[in-house]
């Protein structure tokens, strides 16, 4: 029977592609400790922002939005990865496999727009510096940032939509986590094809593009946020005292 004739009922996938990983136990534990990083970081400056209303501002709004967006996107793989290679957890139902491949691709859209949006920000805060607290109010901040959100959400359903009613041929997923390409090689595509990177190269690329802008950006915008540096410098001082 032909390839693209050939159709299956999955009700889960095996998530292939780690057999070959050397060390996966410590290649899992550096995972393990840049996502828990990633987490706390992002988690600290939503935290901050919130509980100081001095910080209440356009600028810092968009900052809690990324936030938020890192936390959604390096927790759509990462706790996969995790399982796969601490746990041996090597399958994942259907649904949620799905799932974990529209909030992948959610964040990685939302990123985009998050530093977009606060780039024009920061254009229009240079720009026109007397009518940007005219322009810009935290109310119009949210109504764009919740717009951005729709927008993205909308864009990114086309995936599954698209992915849902193609027959499926294989069980086994040959990338590191559920994204869209590897639904679509569990469908009709013939693993037999070549490609042009190494699957630890792959994996590493992934990886990095995953758990790396999710870990950095806490600490960039904490660190050189005037405002935000002197809220931790201040908190750890109090700690110092008290102790």
């Not at 601490?86 to 939302?110: D, E, N, R, W």
């Amino acid at each position: 029977m032909p390839l693209q004739n050939a159709s299956i009922k999955v009700t889960a996938f095996i998530i292939g592609g780690f057999d070959t990983t050397k060390r996966p136990m410590v290649v899992g534990g550096a995972i393990l400790v840049v996502y828990v990083l990633a987490i706390f970081g992002n988690i600290v400056n939503i935290l901050f922002i919130i509980s100081d209303k001095r910080l209440h501002k356009p600028m810092y709004l968009l900052i809690c939005n990324l936030a938020l967006v890192d936390i959604l996107y390096t927790s759509s793989a990462s706790p996969t990865m995790i399982g796969v290679l601490l746990a041996g957890v090597k399958t994942i139902s259907y649904v949620p496999c799905l799932m974990q491949m529209f909030a992948f691709h959610l964040g990685g859209v939302m990123e985009m727009f998050a530093l977009a949006v606060m780039a024009f920000d920061r254009l229009l805060a240079i720009s026109c510096p007397f009518q940007y607290h005219s322009y810009l109010t935290n109310v119009r901040t949210l109504g764009l940032t919740c717009v951005l959100w729709i927008v993205a959400c909308c864009f990114v359903s086309v995936m599954p939509a698209t992915v849902l009613p193609l027959p499926h041929c294989y069980t086994k997923l040959k990338y590191t986590f559920c994204d869209y390409a590897g639904i679509i090689r569990s469908t009709c595509v013939d693993p037999r094809l070549g490609v042009v990177l190494t699957l630890e190269e792959r994996h590493g690329l992934m990886i990095g593009t995953v758990l790396g802008p999710s870990l950095v950006n806490p600490f960039v915008y904490c660190l050189r946020t005037k405002e935000i540096k002197y809220k931790i410098f201040n908190r750890l001082k109090k700690v110092e005292a008290s102790q």
